[in-house]
């Protein structure tokens, strides 16, 4: 399958990046495609970790801190190490700071860095009809401007996958060609260490898993560096997993909703998000299930955009690059393999589209689109 992207309006770009073989070059062609960018980016303040963290840091001082994630990566998931090996080279970047890429949110931890909203995220199974993960992507660092679509399809697989990406990340949503989406949540707990990103955990499960059941199983297995909530969706049920250092949490239900603060009574009283983001994640989630139970199980991709692009589930910046604020809205279509993203704020921002469709290129390719 190759995935196909259409864009209407002129808000912002959505770099298209096309990659396939093995680990390595799928990491080599993505940095290549987007190598300007990538430097420009780490070169802002270290992905401008500098301009949200409260105190500076340089690369030498973050060394033993990439090193100890690194080596959890290598084990749990080599390939994903051989694709930040590969991004590093294409994109004429050193190996620590491809690695930094996909370590933001663990540098920048949750005790230094007050957390005001973090993503409103729902779930929806077929029920005769076609099944739906949708949510808003709200993040810090206004990285509107770092949104890119990553095509994977690896060497040896049938199995390709369409990734949301941020600056380089390997990871952070998507949904693959087996039907399995997913998302996610920030949720703040437990002592956050070196372990595999949940960003990357997120694009091994894409790779890995053909649907609900089986991502799971993958989760158990896996040592998480910190704590989040995945929202997964396949043609037959969704769930969310709270994830908060080695346990998980999980319920299913044809119907999932999720927002910022724990849901599994065994987690909630280890909850560590502040009191008015708690009041604010309990809003988002009460509008998001109200909102939801009134939307027809038929709609359509706008609808569930219209659902994303108000507030208080859209969330609005205030200028303040360390606030979270909504950078972008995805509606993913498991069984379809589509992916629909609203860059920027999704109430003034249009909808691109991709999908996957056809085999992919024999030839590597170096096109990127907008």
């Not at 062609?29 to 270290?46: C, K, M, N, P, T």
Request: proline share 6%; with cysteine; hydrophobic share 40%.
């Amino acid at each position: 399958m190759t995935a196909t992207g259409t864009e209407s309006g002129t808000e912002l770009r959505v770099p298209y990046v096309r990659v396939h073989g093995e680990p390595y070059e799928c990491g080599r062609l993505h940095g290549a495609q987007l190598g300007d960018s990538l430097r420009e980016f780490v070169g802002d303040g270290l992905a401008r970790l500098a301009r949200i963290l409260p105190e500076p840091m340089s690369l030498k001082s973050l060394r033993p801190v990439l090193a100890a994630h690194r080596a959890e990566i290598e084990t749990q998931t080599p390939r994903l190490a051989d694709e930040i090996r590969g991004l590093a080279a294409g994109a004429g970047l050193s190996e620590d700071e491809a690695l930094l890429l996909q370590l933001r949110r663990e540098i920048m931890g949750y005790r230094r860095i007050p957390t005001a909203g973090d993503c409103t995220t729902y779930a929806r199974s077929g029920g005769g009809t076609s099944p739906v993960l949708a949510q808003t992507v709200d993040l810090n660092g206004d990285l509107d401007d770092r949104i890119g679509v990553i095509h994977v399809a690896p060497a040896g697989s049938a199995r390709q996958t369409l990734v949301l990406s941020f600056g380089g990340l390997l990871g952070y949503l998507g949904v693959n060609s087996d039907g399995l989406a997913v998302g996610l949540n920030l949720v703040l707990g437990g002592e956050w260490r070196p372990g595999l990103p949940p960003y990357l955990a997120i694009r091994h499960l894409l790779d890995s898993a053909s649907g609900v059941d089986e991502a799971v199983e993958i989760l158990r297995g896996l040592k998480l560096a910190s704590s989040r909530t995945l929202v997964l969706c396949d043609r037959e049920k969704t769930a969310w997993v709270e994830i908060l250092g080695d346990e998980l949490r999980i319920a299913e239900a044809d119907v999932t909703t999720h927002t910022n603060h724990f849901l599994h009574p065994g987690f909630a009283p280890r909850d560590e998000l502040n009191v008015f983001a708690r009041n604010f994640s309990l809003l988002r989630l009460d509008t998001c299930r109200e909102k939801l139970a009134r939307l027809p199980s038929d709609a359509g991709v706008e609808d569930h955009f219209a659902l994303l692009s108000a507030a208080p589930i859209r969330v609005e910046g205030n200028g303040d690059i360390r606030r979270e604020r909504t950078v972008a809205a995805v509606v993913l279509r498991p069984d379809l393999g589509e992916l629909h993203v609203r860059p920027g704020d999704p109430a003034r921002s249009r909808t691109r589209s991709f999908r996957l469709r056809e085999p992919a290129p024999t030839r590597p390719t170096t096109k990127v689109t907008a």
